[in-house]
């Protein structure tokens, strides 16, 4: 396998990705290894892995292996060091049966999850989605049953100041009565009240015949955790004085380069998608060069030698 690389890396997950391998007798698994180990086993067929299960404010080593139908297993793929956010340790939820009723779609800015998972809880943390403070967003819950449709209640909480619990004023952004509306429509507002800018906790329950609380054991129902990254509205989108700083290409594979009336350099800042800052320098020749980032989409934060902040939406190829 070549190309490993990690991404959406949270407290306690990372969602490893590579390239196919080839072999003359066919690849039948991937061996996934952390810190040497073996991790888990995928088919040919899947180039993605999970891996959950992680402790928080940790660094792991991961690598591939192929293996063949003979148990013939071929060189190790190069090496990713992945390092977990320190994020809160979350009440524990969980529902004893998803047999009769289940959450099968969450639509909620960028995250669109379509699930036939039939675990109680699911851990989806790293899935997440910008949202910025003073501004409301849909959500769209679609529910599956497996056969009579049932009253089901709704609850969706949000750990805004990300303090480890869903507790604080607000941190319960919506509820609906139970009922068998499918799929379950609502807004969600996101707070100014808290300073907090980065991941937060988005926790998602379906219950049968009543409106749940964020935390224990339903008796039948479902439950989703996803991220969301909290931003001020000056790091959500383009600096609107584009005449006056700007980057270019984008999306950009090797290098950005920066077209601006200021005559120095800038310091920068690039964040991943849930608010990790995962590069920072300063320009040389009014150029960053951006070639180790993994393929995603990044948001760059330019400050020229007066101080002025720019920040844009990047895409990395």
Same mark, same amino acid.
């Given at each position: 396998?070549?190309?490993?690389?990690?991404?959406?890396? @949270?407290?306690?997950?990372? /969602?490893?990705?590579?390239?196919?391998?080839?072999?003359?007798?066919?690849?039948?698994?991937?061996?996934i290894f952390k810190n040497g180990v073996q991790l888990?086993?995928?088919?040919? @067929?899947?180039?993605?892995?999970?891996?959950?299960?992680?402790?928080?404010?940790?660094?792991?080593?991961?690598?591939?292996?192929?293996?063949?139908?003979?148990?013939?297993?071929?060189?190790?793929?190069?090496?990713?060091?992945?390092?977990?956010?320190?994020?809160?340790?979350?009440?524990?939820?969980?529902?004893?049966?998803?047999?009769?009723?289940?959450?099968?779609?969450?639509?909620?800015?960028?995250?669109?999850?379509?699930?036939?998972?039939?675990?109680?809880?699911?851990?989806?943390?790293?899935?997440?989605?910008?949202?910025?403070?003073?501004?409301?967003?849909?959500?769209?819950?679609?529910?599956?049953?497996?056969?009579?449709?049932?009253?089901?209640?709704?609850?969706?909480?949000?750990?805004?100041?990300?303090?480890?619990?869903?507790?604080?004023?607000?941190?319960?952004?919506? @509820?609906?009565?139970?009922?068998?509306?499918?799929?379950?429509?609502?807004?969600?507002?996101?707070?100014?009240?808290?300073?907090?800018?980065?991941?937060?906790?988005?926790?998602?329950?379906?219950?049968?015949?009543?409106?749940?609380?964020?935390?224990?054991?339903?008796?039948?129902?479902?439950?989703?955790?996803?991220?969301?990254?909290?931003?001020?509205?000056? /790091?959500?989108?383009?600096?609107?004085?584009?005449?006056?700083?700007?980057?270019?290409?984008?999306?950009?594979?090797?290098?950005?380069?920066?077209?601006?009336?200021?005559?120095?350099?800038?310091?920068?800042?690039?964040?991943?998608?849930?608010?990790?800052?995962?590069?920072?320098?300063?320009?040389?020749?009014?150029?960053?060069?951006?070639?180790? /980032?993994t393929v995603g989409n990044y948001i760059i934060e330019l400050t020229d030698k007066e101080g002025k902040v720019?920040?844009?939406?990047?895409?990395?190829?």
């Amino acid at each position: 396998p070549t190309n490993l690389a990690a991404s959406n890396t @949270t407290g306690n997950q990372t /969602l490893l990705t590579w390239n196919a391998s080839t072999d003359e007798n066919e690849v039948e698994n991937y061996i996934i290894f952390k810190n040497g180990v073996q991790l888990g086993t995928v088919p040919a @067929t899947k180039l993605s892995y999970i891996a959950s299960g992680l402790s928080g404010n940790t660094t792991y080593n991961f690598y591939v292996k192929a293996e063949d139908p003979y148990a013939n297993s071929s060189e190790q793929s190069n090496t990713v060091s992945v390092t977990t956010l320190n994020v809160p340790n979350y009440c524990a939820a969980n529902s004893n049966s998803t047999t009769d009723e289940r959450i099968k779609r969450v639509q909620f800015s960028n995250i669109d999850n379509t699930t036939s998972g039939t675990a109680g809880y699911e851990d989806f943390s790293y899935l997440s989605t910008d949202v910025v403070k003073n501004t409301t967003y849909d959500i769209t819950i679609t529910p599956e049953w497996k056969g009579t449709q049932f009253n089901e209640g709704y609850g969706v909480f949000v750990d805004w100041n990300n303090d480890g619990d869903f507790e604080d004023a607000d941190e319960i952004v919506f @509820t609906k009565a139970p009922s068998k509306t499918t799929p379950v429509v609502g807004s969600i507002k996101v707070p100014e009240t808290y300073t907090y800018t980065g991941p937060v906790r988005m926790r998602v329950i379906l219950k049968f015949n009543s409106i749940p609380s964020p935390c224990g054991t339903i008796n039948y129902g479902q439950i989703e955790d996803y991220t969301l990254n909290v931003m001020n509205s000056t /790091l959500a989108v383009a600096n609107t004085d584009a005449t006056t700083t700007s980057v270019y290409p984008n999306p950009v594979r090797d290098i950005i380069s920066i077209q601006s009336k200021v005559n120095s350099e800038f310091s920068y800042k690039m964040f991943n998608t849930v608010g990790q800052v995962v590069l920072t320098g300063n320009s040389a020749g009014k150029k960053i060069n951006v070639s180790k /980032l993994t393929v995603g989409n990044y948001i760059i934060e330019l400050t020229d030698k007066e101080g002025k902040v720019t920040t844009t939406k990047i895409i990395k190829q």
